[in-house]
């Protein structure tokens, strides 16, 4: 089971663009890289997914380097409302072992 | 689409009691998943169903913990008896043959177990 390691708190001011940096040392090749966010009192939502390079959506981009045993989720101009619990996940695309959610980031954007 | 739904919504319960925890897939998913959320441990998987088949339950903490799928738009969860060390919150989440793609899971609103 490839698990990741995040930072388990970061703190931002609005406006900023923040970057989430996830280390998965032990990321295997048909492994995807997923990110997710997690609201208080909700479920979690997905955000977006990668396998390598750079991927982009109306949320947020998502960076990975060319060794793979890293990924940076990038939100640009965060508001409050990206106050958030947010989650990386390493595993093959329908499989079990992409299910490790861990403890997450918890990002606290400031006014 | 109402997305998933959970019942209860809240829980609480004493030491020795039965809980049953519910769970109604979106319909159409073939997936669905079992989640258990504490501050001290996060988000863990506890057991995943494969068209109503359990795939792997490795994540089920002890034998107190039971989850059935009779069909592929129920799902509950049963913990009996219960414990005050079961006290979380519990998600149910769901994936479509659409979403395995990208293995986009869909989670409800959870439900949040006390035992007293």
Same mark, same amino acid.
């Given at each position: 089971?490839?698990?990741?390691?995040?930072?388990?708190?970061?703190?931002?001011?609005?406006?900023?663009?923040?970057?989430?940096?996830?280390?998965?040392?032990?990321?295997?090749?048909?492994?995807?890289?997923?990110?997710?966010?997690?609201?208080?009192?909700?479920?979690?939502?997905?955000?977006?997914?990668?396998?390598?390079?750079?991927?982009?959506?109306? !949320?947020?981009?998502?960076?990975?380097?060319?060794?793979?045993?890293?990924?940076?989720?990038?939100?640009?101009?965060?508001?409050?409302?990206?106050?958030?619990?947010?989650?990386?996940?390493?595993?093959?695309?329908?499989?079990?072992?992409?299910?490790?959610?861990?403890?997450?980031?918890?990002?606290?954007?400031?006014? | 689409?109402?997305?998933?739904?959970?019942?209860?919504?809240?829980?609480?319960?004493?030491?020795?009691?039965?809980?049953?925890?519910?769970?109604?897939?979106? @319909?159409?998913?073939? @997936?669905?998943?079992?989640?258990?959320?504490?501050?001290?441990?996060?988000?863990?998987?506890?057991?995943?169903?494969?068209?109503?088949?359990?795939?792997?339950?490795?994540?089920?903490?002890?034998?107190?913990?039971?989850?059935?799928?009779?069909?592929?738009?129920?799902?509950?969860?049963?913990?009996?008896?219960?414990?005050?060390?079961?006290?979380? !919150?519990?998600?149910?989440?769901?994936?479509?043959?659409?979403?395995?793609?990208?293995?986009?899971?869909?989670?409800?609103?959870?439900?949040?177990?006390?035992?007293?």
């Amino acid at each position: 089971l490839a698990k990741t390691t995040q930072p388990i708190s970061m703190d931002s001011y609005e406006g900023q663009e923040v970057n989430i940096t996830c280390s998965h040392n032990n990321i295997a090749t048909n492994d995807y890289i997923t990110w997710y966010q997690q609201f208080p009192s909700q479920g979690p939502r997905f955000i977006i997914q990668g396998y390598k390079t750079k991927v982009t959506n109306e !949320v947020a981009s998502l960076f990975i380097p060319a060794d793979r045993k890293s990924s940076t989720l990038s939100l640009p101009r965060v508001s409050l409302s990206d106050t958030a619990v947010y989650y990386c996940l390493v595993g093959d695309k329908a499989g079990a072992n992409n299910l490790f959610f861990g403890t997450g980031t918890r990002l606290t954007v400031i006014p | 689409d109402a997305g998933v739904i959970q019942s209860p919504r809240h829980e609480v319960t004493e030491m020795g009691q039965e809980v049953t925890l519910r769970c109604k897939p979106i @319909s159409g998913h073939n @997936s669905l998943f079992w989640y258990r959320q504490t501050m001290m441990r996060g988000l863990e998987l506890l057991i995943y169903f494969n068209n109503n088949v359990p795939i792997d339950d490795s994540g089920m903490p002890e034998d107190r913990f039971s989850a059935k799928m009779p069909n592929a738009s129920f799902s509950t969860l049963k913990i009996q008896p219960s414990e005050p060390r079961d006290s979380a !919150v519990y998600f149910c989440a769901s994936r479509g043959w659409k979403a395995a793609v990208n293995n986009e899971q869909f989670f409800g609103p959870g439900t949040r177990l006390t035992v007293l």
